[in-house]
Antibody
């Protein structure tokens, strides 16, 4: 059974870059596509982007200028970088396998943007 | 962007009774060539990630109890819980995957009356 686990700093300063990694276990990252979704505290869900195992990506236009998603098949990991963060980027960040719909999901990691 | 609007925002139902949550998309999510609706439903309990319940608008994910069902086509969809159990208290979201950016409804909070 595939499981996902997010990791990375829980606190990022304004204007800096948020960096998270999702480690996939229980199966290969290859032959599937993967995604990042976020949820501000007490609010709804926002799709950030997805990446194919080939490395091709698709990002939400609202974040496109600041987002980079990459994949490392040798480590069974994929990553998210979000630059020039502000307080509005404070959220729980989830990674998930993408088939159009999202399943399964990681447990999520709270990232707070604050000085 | 396709806007997903759920109704109601919150709902209180007695144990054993039926719960119905609606989701409307700002444009059709029915793909003509395969006649599939690109619509999913998720359940999110406090402190947990969302869990996929339904995909293709009406296909139940493996392991999901059969009291959960999805229906609808085009722009109007419904998630029905036929007999509410205590463990069904959660926030429910619909999501379209017809076109990017993929978008979610604002969520419906389901409680016990």
């Amino acid at each position: 059974q595939v499981q996902l686990q997010e990791s990375g700093p829980g606190l990022v300063k304004p204007s800096e870059t948020l960096s998270l990694t999702c480690t996939v276990s229980g199966g290969s990252i290859s032959s599937y596509s993967w995604s990042w979704i976020r949820q501000p505290p007490g609010k709804g869900l926002e799709w950030i982007g997805y990446i194919y195992d080939s490395g091709s990506t698709n990002y939400n236009p609202s974040l496109k200028s600041r987002v980079t998603i990459s994949i490392d098949t040798s480590k069974n990991q994929f990553s998210l970088k979000l630059s020039s963060v502000t307080a509005a980027d404070t959220a729980v960040y989830y990674c998930a396998r993408w088939d159009g719909y999202f399943q399964p999901w990681g447990q999520g990691t709270l990232v707070t943007v604050s000085s | 962007d396709i806007v997903m609007t759920q109704s109601p925002d919150s709902l209180a139902v007695s144990l054993g009774e039926r719960a119905t949550i609606n989701c409307k998309s700002s444009q059709s999510v029915l793909f003509g060539s395969n006649r599939r609706n690109y619509l999913g439903w998720y359940q999110q309990k406090p402190g947990q990630p969302p869990k996929l319940l339904i995909y293709w608008a009406s296909t139940r994910e493996s392991g999901v109890p059969d009291r959960f069902s999805g229906s609808g086509s085009g722009t109007d969809f419904t998630l029905t819980i036929s007999s509410l159990q205590a463990e069904d208290v959660a926030v429910y979201y619909c999501q379209q995957y017809y076109s990017t950016p993929y978008t979610f409804g604002q969520g419906t909070k389901l409680e016990i009356k």
